[in-house]
């Protein structure tokens, strides 16, 4: 499955790229998040409880990010299993610019399931996606902004 969209924020680019990096902004702002630490090996282990559907699964997994160039993007790539229901792993690219806005975020993810979760049917996944996209750049955007006030 694939997903791209942008975001605008109303931060400087300093403060929304120091913010994407943050475990506890990011367990804030990731629906379902229950835990978020970065461990020894400089990975970000999550825990997050998840409904798609009829399914409610809690994942467990990881995320690692690579090629970072500092106030302009990195590359995530993120794996999780929920049990029984499943699993997810996938990469997305992310890019800011400056905007006379704020800040420009845009994202570029490709994703891959597996499991009970890939039975439910893409046209539900994809909405599934895209709601907890929308509702993380959301509380992202909020989380930013009030640095502003």
Known sequence: MKMTGE???????ESAWSKLFDPEVLKTCIPGCEALEIDENG?????????????????SGHLDITDVVEHVGCTLHFE???GAAGMAKGVA????????????LTYEADTKISGKLAQVGARLIDSVAKKLATEF?????????????
């Open 137 to 149: 750049f959301n509380r992202f955007e909020e989380s930013v902004a009030v640095e502003l006030k």
């Open 43 to 59: 990975l970000y282990q999550a825990t997050v409880v998840m409904a798609v559907g009829p399914l409610k699964a809690k994942f």
């Open 7 to 13: 975001q605008l924020l109303n931060t400087s680019l």
């Open 93 to 104: 690219a992310i890019q800011l610019a400056d905007n006379p806005d704020g800040v420009l």
């Open 80 to 82: 999780g299993a929920g």
